[in-house]
């Protein structure tokens, strides 16, 4: 499947849909790197493993979702709703997260590298061997996390 392919797939399913989708077809290669895929609805899907590097994400709606082990290298996420949602040992290195609503969001092992967390909300994120610096967790605006 193409990427545009993808894009058009994600952005019309519901997230039942979707996600009995991704269990009928898990050896699609899952790959939107470098896409404009910004202000879209995805919440409650399950993109564990999508590739995102480079991608565009900014403002999208991930809430309650999934996005276990993804790659996010570099991704702009700028605004995105990423409250609740699954991001253990995902890749975000020098990813932008700035004004990210991170509530509750489960970061355990995640790489956070470089990444830009200006003014995200992280309150009750759990940061469990997460790789994030005291440097960008003061840029962030919560700061009652479980480290």
């Known amino acids: ?11 019309t399913s519901r997230p039942r849909q979707w996600n009995i989708w991704r269990r009928e077809h898990t050896d699609a290669v899952l790959d939107l790197s470098n896409q404009d895929v910004s202000g879209s609805h995805f919440g409650e899907f399950d993109l564990s493993y999508v590739n ?3 991608a565009n994400l900014s403002g999208v709606d991930f809430n309650n979702g999934s996005l276990n082990s993804a790659q996010l290298v570099g991704a702009n ?6 409250a609740e949602v699954d991001l253990g ?7 932008c997260l700035a004004e990210c609503d991170l509530r509750g969001a489960d970061l355990s092992g995640a790489n956070l590298e470089g990444a ?22 003061a840029r962030a605006r919560s700061r009652r996390d479980n480290l």
């Open 1 to 11: 499947m193409d990427k545009l392919d993808l894009i058009d797939l994600m952005r």
């Open 89 to 95: 040992g995902a890749d975000l290195r020098n990813a």
């Open 116 to 137: 830009d967390l200006s003014k995200a909300d992280l309150m009750g994120a759990h940061l469990a061997e997460t790789n994030v610096s005291p440097a960008q967790l």
């Open 52 to 54: 995102f590097n480079g």
């Open 77 to 82: 996420l700028r605004g995105a709703n990423l």
